[in-house]
């Protein structure tokens, strides 16, 4: 049954979509460099193609242009001096073809119109190059004063005869059986090269060239002839038809030769801008091919790997930017996830071994209390095993709520940093709390300051001095700022020895750090230089955040330096035994960072000078403002409002 047309519509379409498809497939399997090079060539090829038809069609039309001037404006002198230049024809060629056919009745011999050829250009061998013309005078399809371009026909001179007769009788050509030419005129009459009725006649006989003839010849004669039609006019009366010719063959040659030299210039032109359209391309795509190199050495999991940079102001140079920005973040990211991934199994491990210190101690303490009970004395055991397992409990109950802390603080809950904290008051307390656990140690309250740099030997530095501490409040949770000063009391306290003194320093200072910048420096010494000459920048210009700076010196037996890092690190104690024998979790510095952190803060432990450990505390309270004349902030200052970096607004 024959399909439907609706059917062959779309199996021709499916059809055409396959054939496209396939073309495509096999032109994208070509590389882009050969693509740019064929598109280069085939580029050139057309404008040196376009190049030279258009140096061809104009200098032809120039050339075509010369020849109808020169025609024109040479023809009455021709006209006039036919005899003489018909005698110049006996010596050699001449360039100019002429031919009369008479229309007043004049007759030649035979009873014909007669037709006269007075000029007609001899090459080698004698071959003549003979135009096509219309015969018997007709001139339909022609313009007189307007030339015209016509065929030619090559004819061969054979032979001249000289004649005499009376003067009232003209004298008839002998002519050759094949005289009469293809335009039609007689070659008889055309070699007459007198007026009728003359009494010394010369006729040339022409034949179609011979085998052996001049074959260059024979090729120029064959060009085609520019003719230019007028009327010969004697005594006001039109007698005859004149034809003025001048061969192309110049033309032509001229425009051959240009030809060929533009044949020649244009292969020339293309093969070298091909070879230097390739090695541009070649040098274009090397950092490309580099590129993918770089990107196979990263797909293997080498993600130190970067592109060769380039000028950026190029495609190429901006790519590799972008590319090597793109590639620094992402190594960033998969090292933080890997931190993350490793510190999360060290989280887990490390809790489920302090999870599972107390439980044992439970389990053990109840399993002992089970095999006790039945024997004498068992009541005094039992209270002992209670007192054990209570212990147990307790500890594991502080390990529970400490992590149920950072865990809030990781996801951004249990903190409210939307209000207010006299942190002065708070720091007082957290003094007197440690006076009391250990009333034999001295504890120094100083002023925190910044030391200006006096040469590159001696940076800028934060300083301690006696004196009373200023009242400082800021945004902020109070209850989580009292754990973190607790925690950093309690740490003093647990290993520190008792006799070993403390300085607890506090004080107000600008520094020229956004407070999200500085929460996210990492706790390392080099993180608090940064502060410090933020600190210096902010005083000596007036700019950036007003911090309250926090500093709690010990002189105890302090931490390594490379140690020094992880006490920020969740579970990390310096001496596991002694931690546990204090109570210590290794959880208190991973909430303080957290709880300082969340404040936009930043906490850090550095060495004590003489052997110890310190912790400074840095808090935002404000942003400064912009610089006013003293007198227009002394009428504000009362009425301005304090902006909080926490999204709120305070009044000072």
């Known amino acids: 049954m024959p399909a439907s047309a609706p059917e062959a519509v779309a199996r021709m379409k499916e059809h055409h979509n396959r054939k496209k498809n396939m073309f495509f497939g096999h032109f994208d399997r070509i590389s882009l460099s050969s693509k740019l090079v064929a598109c280069t060539i085939a580029v050139l090829l057309i404008g040196v193609s376009v190049i030279s038809f258009s140096i061809r069609a104009l200098v032809s039309n120039y050339m075509l242009s010369k020849t109808d001037n020169q025609l024109k404006s040479q023809s009455q002198m021709v006209f006039e001096n036919i005899v003489t230049l018909a005698k110049n024809d006996n010596a050699g060629p001449n360039s100019y073809f002429l031919q009369i056919q008479y229309t007043d009745g004049t007759l030649d011999n035979e009873g014909n119109p007669l037709v006269v050829t007075p000029l007609m250009p001899q090459l080698q061998d004698g071959i003549v190059s003979v135009p096509v013309l219309p015969t018997d005078g007709d001139t339909s399809g022609i313009t007189f004063g307007q030339p ?19 003067s009232n009788n003209t004298t008839k050509p002998q002519t050759d059986p094949n005289t009469q030419d293809d335009a039609g005129n007689d070659a008889g009459n055309s070699g007459s090269k007198n007026a009728p009725n003359s009494s010394n006649s010369v006729t040339t006989i022409l034949s179609n060239p011979s085998s052996n003839a001049n074959h260059a010849a024979v090729s120029t004669a064959r060009s085609p002839w520019r003719i230019l039609p007028m009327t010969f006019t004697e005594n006001g009366k039109e007698r005859a038809v004149v034809y003025i010719g001048l061969s192309l063959s110049d033309q032509i040659d001229i425009v051959s030769t240009l030809s060929r030299y533009c044949v020649v210039v244009g292969i020339a032109v293309v093969l070298l801008g091909g070879s230097l359209a390739t090695l541009i391309i070649q040098h274009t795509m090397t950092p490309l091919k580099r590129m993918e190199k770089t990107a196979a050495k990263i797909a293997a999991g080498d993600l130190s790997q970067r592109i060769p940079s380039a000028p950026e102001n190029t495609e190429v140079g901006s790519l590799a930017a972008s590319l090597n920005t793109m590639l620094t973040r992402i190594e960033l990211s998969f090292h933080e996830q890997e931190e993350t991934t490793d510190k999360m199994k060290r989280f887990v491990s490390d809790a489920s071994h302090e999870l599972r210190t ?16 039945d024997m004498p004395g068992a009541l005094d055991r039992a209270d002992e095993s209670i007192e054990h397992i209570e212990r147990s409990s307790q500890r594991m109950t502080v390990l529970v709520e400490d992590l149920l802390s950072l865990a809030r603080l990781d996801e951004g809950r249990g903190i409210d940093v939307t209000g207010t904290v006299k942190l002065s008051s708070l720091v007082t307390d957290a003094v007197d709390d440690l006076h009391a656990l250990d009333p034999d140690r001295a504890i120094g309250r100083m002023l925190i300051g910044l030391e200006p740099a006096r040469d590159l030997n001696h940076p800028a530095s934060l300083s301690l001095t006696e004196g009373d ?7 902020g949770d109070a209850s989580r700022l009292r754990q973190v000063v607790t925690n950093i009391v309690g740490n003093i306290h647990r290993y520190t020895p008792i006799d070993s003194s403390a300085e607890i320093a506090l004080g107000v200072m600008p520094a020229a750090i956004d407070p999200k910048q500085l929460s996210g420096l990492p706790a390392t010494d080099a993180s608090m230089r940064r502060f410090v000459e933020a600190a210096e920048v902010g005083a000596s210009m007036s700019t950036g955040y007003r911090y309250a700076v926090l500093r709690f010196v010990d002189h105890g037996p302090g931490v390594p330096d ?14 596991l035994s002694r931690a546990r024998e204090k109570g210590g979790t290794g959880l208190g510095m991973a909430i303080a960072q957290s709880v300082v952190k969340a404040h936009h803060g930043f906490i850090c432990a550095t060495a004590t000078d003489g052997g110890g450990l310190t912790f400074t505390v840095v808090l935002p309270i404000e942003q400064m403002p912009a610089a006013q004349s003293a007198q227009t902030a002394g009428k504000t200052k009362e009425a301005k409002q304090k902006s909080s970096w926490f999204g709120g607004e305070r009044k000072s």
């Open 148 to 166: 015209f371009t016509t065929q030619a026909v090559v004819k061969q001179v054979v032979q001249v005869q000289n004649n005499s007769s009376d």
């Open 358 to 373: 107390p439980l044992a101690a439970i389990h053990g303490y109840a399993e002992l209390y089970k095999m006790q009970r």
């Open 469 to 475: 501490w200023p009242t400082i409040t800021l945004p």
């Open 562 to 575: 490379e140690s020094r890092p992880k006490i920020f690190e969740r579970f990390y104690t310096a001496d």
